[in-house]
Each structure stands twice: as structure tokens, then as C-alpha cells.
């Protein structure tokens, strides 16, 4: 009898994070926001003033990538970007009172969206799915490589 094979968590969550962040891109629009901008707003919100290098390390971006995303937050008043005392080549960031309004009010629309999502599943699943996938989603890269 050959042996069951589950499929490769990629192949599995491929699908479903595409079907999310399709359903969320109308969401961010609403609130003026993309998708790398939404991820800047939340990294900022949940935690204190950011270097930007270190922010781009935390979201897993290319610090040069996400200066566009920063200047769009910025001209839209939803982040500041001040020269750090201690060193001038650094810019910290610090998320506005209109940011952290925008990325709460996103957020909490996606979230009502997940919910519709989440109640096809029983409520111990679910609770068992969220767990799961914080700890996964919190790994670092190198438990997919470490032996």
C-alpha cells in the first residue's frame, strides 16, 4: 500500500495566502494603503521607533525597497522620518496617530473578514490553527534549515 503523503505546507498555504491578500487589497485601498505599506504601519505599531534598516530587517524587506512605501506613508502623514541624533545616517521612524488609526481601522476589517473564514472550522480547530500558525509564522528561517 503506498504510503500517504500530505502536501508541502507551501503548496497548501500558497493558495490560501493569495485568496487573503486578494481579499484585503480592496480593504487597504479603502484606507489608502498597500499592502508593503500596511505591513510598515503594522511593524510600527507594534512596537517602539524603528531604525529604518532594522524595520526593513523585521518585515523582511530590502531596506531600499521599502523607501517608496516610506515616502508615500510619510507624504500621507501617517509616518515620521527623523535623522537620529546619535548618528545622522540613520533615519528612526515613528508611526502618527493618523497611521496607527488607519493600519487599527484595516485591521480590524480584515479581521472581520478572517472571521468568515475561521468559522468553518469547529471552535477547537481554530483555536488550535491560530496557535499553530503564530508560532510557526514567529520561526525563524533557519528551522527550516537547521538538522
Keep these: 500500500m503506498a504510503e500517504q503523503r500530505r502536501p508541502d ?11 487573503l491578500m486578494a481579499a484585503e487589497s480592496p480593504v487597504l485601498a479603502e484606507h489608502g494603503l498597500t499592502m508593503w505599506g500596511y505591513v510598515v504601519l503594522s511593524a510600527l505599531d507594534d512596537g517602539p521607533v524603528r531604525a529604518q ?8 524587506a530590502d531596506k531600499t525597497r521599502i523607501i517608496g512605501t516610506l515616502d508615500k506613508l510619510q507624504e500621507d502623514g501617517l509616518i515620521t522620518r527623523e ?3 546619535n548618528d545622522r545616517r540613520v533615519r528612526l521612524l515613528e508611526i502618527t496617530e493618523a ?7 484595516a485591521q ?3 479581521q472581520e473578514q478572517e472571521e468568515r473564514l475561521l468559522e468553518r472550522l469547529p ?3 481554530r483555536e488550535a490553527f491560530l496557535r499553530a500558525a503564530r508560532v510557526l509564522s514567529e520561526a525563524s528561517g533557519e528551522a527550516l534549515t537547521e538538522r
Excluded: E, N
Design 9 to 19: 505546507l507551501a503548496a497548501m498555504l500558497g493558495g490560501l495566502m493569495r485568496r
Design 53 to 60: 534598516a532594522a524595520l526593513a530587517k523585521a518585515i523582511g
Design 83 to 85: 535623522p537620529d541624533p
Design 99 to 105: 497611521g496607527r488609526v488607519a493600519r487599527r481601522s
Design 108 to 110: 480590524a476589517r480584515i
Design 123 to 125: 471552535a477547537a480547530d
